[in-house]
């Protein structure tokens, strides 16, 4: 009995931790939770405020962008698109495909982990 509900426990467990994945396979976890640790390649921050970080290549030919939208930096202490270029971070989320490209939103500064 006891082995069995901690063989339960452990499977519970595990559902809630986060798999670290390679930039270059992060298109196979379209709709799942992954962590990703890169160095950004470029920022951009466009008419609207929203920024992006680049990773792998820089734009345009970035391999994973990371989206903050302009509402979302009053939760920063720094300005993404000038704090975070070069840096290497790792950031949590959920893999949204959008133009045949991956990303994960962020809201919260607490998301970014800088390495």
């Known amino acids: 009995m006891k ?5 339960f426990l452990f499977l519970s467990l595990s559902s809630f931790c986060q798999e670290t994945i390679a930039l270059d396979s992060i298109s196979k ?10 160095t950004v390649q470029s920022t951009f921050l466009t ?5 992006m970080l680049n990773f792998g290549k820089p734009y345009p030919n970035q391999t994973f962008v990371v989206i903050i939208f302009g509402k979302d930096l009053i939760n920063f202490s720094y300005k993404p698109s000038e704090f975070l270029k070069d840096k290497t971070i790792c950031i949590t989320g959920k893999v949204i495909m959008y133009k045949d ?14 390495q």
Not at 3 to 7: A, C, G, I, R
Not at 47 to 51: A, E, G, L, R, V
Not at 102 to 109: A, L, S, T
């Open 101 to 114: 490209t991956p990303e994960f939103i962020v809201k919260q500064e607490s998301e970014i982990l800088i």
């Open 3 to 7: 082995l069995m509900f901690t063989f």
């Open 47 to 51: 008419k609207s405020n929203t920024t």
């Open 29 to 38: 976890y379209e709709g799942k939770m992954v962590t990703i640790c890169e």
